[in-house]
């Protein structure tokens, strides 16, 4: 099994900036595809960012430019790190984590950006 843990979160102005962070543990061996999603109230779950074992990285279009991706292997943990933040930005953000076949999720964390 995978657990993961998410952090950061918090409510910050228009233009400010988060850093999210997801722990991993357990039997994290071999997964392959590590994932950030939001779900605003409301609104359908949307993929974020993507980061895959090779490096490769890719970004929701809303998000380009703005936040980014990235990962401590050593750590076992994936960051995301949120600049120029927007009101649209407001979510319940969750990681996600996949390997051959099954999808592991942590609890999720909030991120509110006021205007």
């Known amino acids: 099994q995978v657990q993961l843990v998410e952090s950061g979160g918090g409510s910050v102005q228009a233009g400010g900036s988060l850093r999210l962070s997801c722990a991993a543990s357990?039997?994290?061996?071999?997964?392959?595809?590590w994932n950030w999603y939001r779900q605003a109230q409301g609104k359908q779950r949307e993929l974020v960012a993507r980061i895959a074992s090779g490096g490769s990285t890719n970004y929701a279009d809303s998000v380009k430019g703005r936040f980014t991706i990235s990962r401590d292997n050593a750590k076992n943990t994936v960051y995301l790190q949120m600049n120029s933040l927007k009101p649209e930005d407001t979510a319940v953000y969750r990681c996600?984590?996949?390997?051959?076949?099954?999808?592991?999720w942590g609890q999720g964390t909030q991120v509110t950006v006021s205007s």
């Open positions: 357990g039997s994290i061996f071999g997964i392959n595809i």
């Open positions: 996600n984590a996949l390997r051959a076949g099954n999808s592991y």
